[in-house]
């Protein structure tokens, strides 16, 4: 059984560009959340997605934004790329109902220069 | 808000020795509480978990204990292996759906000599 998976692992953007991060979750999960996780910090909440629809977010502006496909995989995308986006983003999938529990992928660590 | 306080500053230790990472929260409503941990150039694991108060969540030998009434939730490990060295991080989750946003600490990176 395959675990949530993230592509590409990593990337390397340049200051003003898009990106665009994908998601596969785990078998059986409907429900995927993405984190940001800045060095040497926690991971932060950026929105959470069920039946296509975002259902959660966090304080994270416009530029950030998400969708979610009929098979449940996930894309975030950021727009106007920062130097302060740089970031280990983290993809968690789960499902709704159950007792929260949370599976994460290994995560798309992305460089803007 | 709802928010999770772990301790500052990496654990060093040496192998065999006893583990207390610490970690307290503010929380509206009941939270579920989380330890995952981060090996490097990982994701991240669920270590254990614990959703009502005095739940006590174990798993590969680390303990914790939901203390409503102190709001922590701290780490324990009898004796540490090298294997145990990672990047630990305390988490609640609170909210109207069966499975909520998470909301981490900052992480305490333990180092396990030999």
């Known amino acids: 059984d395959a675990g949530v998976t993230q592509s590409p692992t990593h990337l390397i953007k340049t200051r003003g560009q898009q990106v665009t991060l994908r998601c596969s979750p785990k078998?059986?999960?409907?429900?995927v959340s993405w984190y940001q996780q800045a060095l040497g910090q926690g991971p932060q909440f950026i929105f959470q997605?069920?039946?296509?629809?975002?259902?959660q977010r966090g304080n994270f502006p416009d530029r950030f934004s998400g969708h979610q496909f009929p098979n449940y995989s996930s894309e975030l995308n950021v727009n106007a790329l920062l130097l302060g986006d740089s970031a280990l983003y983290l993809c968690?999938?789960?499902?709704?109902?159950?007792?929260?529990?949370?599976?994460f992928g290994p995560g798309t660590r992305l460089t803007v220069l | 808000g709802n928010s999770v306080t772990q301790m500052e500053g990496p654990v060093t230790l040496s192998e065999e020795a006893f583990l207390t990472i610490n970690c307290t929260y503010t929380?509206?409503?009941?939270?579920?509480l989380f330890w995952y941990v981060q090996y490097p150039g990982e994701g991240l694991q669920l270590l254990l978990k614990?959703?009502?108060?005095?739940d006590k969540g174990s798993n590969k030998g680390f303990e914790a204990t939901y203390r409503k009434e102190t709001t922590s939730f701290h780490l324990e490990k009898g004796s540490v292996q090298v294997s145990d060295s990672a990047v630990y991080f305390c988490?609640?989750?609170?909210?109207?759906?069966?499975?909520?946003?998470?909301?981490f600490g900052k992480g305490n990176q333990v180092v396990v000599i030999p």
């Open positions: 078998s059986g999960h409907d429900t």
């Open positions: 968690a999938s789960s499902r709704d109902g159950r007792t929260d529990t949370q599976y």
């Open positions: 614990a959703t009502k108060a005095d």
């Open positions: 929380a509206t409503g009941y939270p579920s």
């Open positions: 988490a609640l989750s609170v909210g109207p759906y069966g499975n909520n946003r998470l909301a």
């Open positions: 997605y069920y039946e296509e629809e975002e259902r």
